[in-house]
């Protein structure tokens, strides 16, 4: 008997560690050096985990053998309450925080108690395609808004009302985006709320990068621009804090609950049934949110990051048919390839074939669900000479690349 995966994963794909990976696997395998820009992991490119979070994580060690409680141990639901308090979300308490193993189990569990078969979603195209995927997973169907790239990559507001259905149950906002690293005006935000107001929308806020701002852009939480829309907030320590490996995340639940109350229990059992989060990184996010902020110091006028951001977007734009509007937040960069000058047919067999001439991962616009095959993202974390070279390496690459 052959057994195959199941019908429930036709249509579900996550480039960033799709295909492309098998092959630089097998070239690293071979004794080849690859540099890995298609995840943002700023581990291997030198910036190390605050050492008050680590010092916490040491001396919690000894309680942390058994189960939390499934939402996560009180100190760190706390911690997360006065972040938002300070942010302006009202009416949140304890019991409205759910810690998470990251992000990205926090996403799978909130829209598997919201889908059903049919059921439609908004995403941003671009989008961080995990969203798309337990979309698809859960039975439901992403209906991907466009963000303009004439537009310093915003969302189109008139296009997300266009697409609204009797079927929508929610919209997603990625903000600072992943991958464009657009930061969304105040007015463009209440925009959005107004929408979701109307059409009684969840809004699905992902704000992982929301302290990654450059050129002192202001972040606004969504979930403190309007206390009568639900919002479902999702931060954690992966990336500003640089402890991606610690899997470290939490979701808020913000505004009126009352018609979500059968909801929010569906939400609380799959809570539960995954037991509890990883116990020993609990015990960091009180440190993280509580103590020095080391971020501050990457992403100001000379910072490592905002230095790092500067050198790649100037030297991608050098390169002949290639442009990229510059990232006001995240750790990314979203290169547009002019058809014109570079005619690519398949992105993805661009990015393979990248990877095995220069031994340079990046990953393709359209596994972020962009629809054409002229993009590419690539992570802005390696050191500024490192970065320079590997642009520069891509540029040489695409002085003579065709595809027939």
């Known amino acids: 008997m052959e057994f195959r995966q199941s019908s429930k994963l036709n249509d579900v794909c996550y480039e960033i560690r799709g295909p492309v990976v098998d092959q630089a696997n097998a070239l690293e395998e071979a004794g080849h050096s690859v540099l890995r820009l298609n995840t943002g992991n700023p581990a291997p490119f030198g910036f190390e ?22 939402r996560g141990i009180l100190p760190a639901r706390r911690a997360v309450v006065q972040y938002y308090q300070q942010r302006g979300v009202e009416g ?52 991907h808004y466009l963000c303009d790239e004439q537009a310093e990559w915003y969302p ?42 109307r059409h009684h929308l969840m809004v699905l806020a992902d704000e992982i990068y929301d302290k990654i701002l450059y050129d002192d852009t202001e972040h606004h939480c969504l979930a403190a621009l309007a206390d009568d829309v639900l919002t479902l907030t999702f931060n954690g320590l992966s990336k500003a804090y640089r402890v991606a490996g610690f899997r470290s995340g939490w979701l808020v639940v913000s505004g009126p609950r009352q018609h979500a109350t059968d909801y929010l229990e569906g939400l609380t059992m799959l809570s539960g049934m995954r037991l509890c989060p990883n116990v020993p990184a609990q015990y960091a996010v009180q440190a993280a949110l509580g103590g020095h902020q080391s971020i501050n110091d990457l992403v100001l006028p000379g910072g490592r990051l905002t230095e790092q951001r500067d050198i790649a977007v100037k030297a ?62 690539f992570v802005t974390l390696p050191r500024a000479d490192d970065l320079e070279t590997a642009i520069n390496r891509i540029g040489r690459f695409l002085a003579t690349y065709r595809q027939s």
């Open 92 to 143: 949140v308490t304890v019991n409205d925080v759910y810690l998470g193993n990251g992000v990205s189990e926090l996403i799978q569990m909130a829209v598997t108690a919201l889908v059903d078969d049919g059921d439609e979603v908004l995403v941003p195209m671009p989008d961080y395609p995990l969203w798309t995927a337990v979309v698809r997973l859960a039975g439901g169907k992403a209906v």
């Open 316 to 377: 991608l734009n050098e390169i002949p048919g290639v442009s990229c509007v510059k990232p006001k937040g995240a750790l990314y960069a979203f290169a547009r390839l002019d058809p014109a000058v570079h005619r690519i047919v398949d992105d993805e067999r661009f990015v393979l074939d990248l990877l095995l001439r220069e031994k340079i991962h990046v990953v393709q616009g359209t596994g972020f669900n962009w629809p054409r095959p002229d993009h590419f993202r």
């Open 49 to 70: 985990a605050p050492e008050e979070i680590l010092q916490d994580i040491i001396r919690n060690l000894p309680k942390a053998h058994g189960y939390s409680d499934s």
């Open 156 to 197: 189109d507001l008139d296009d997300i009302a266009a697409k609204i259905t009797a079927r929508t149950k929610a919209i997603v906002v990625i903000n600072p985006n992943n991958p464009t690293g657009a930061v969304y005006p105040k007015e463009l935000l209440e925009g959005i709320l107004d929408l979701a107001r």
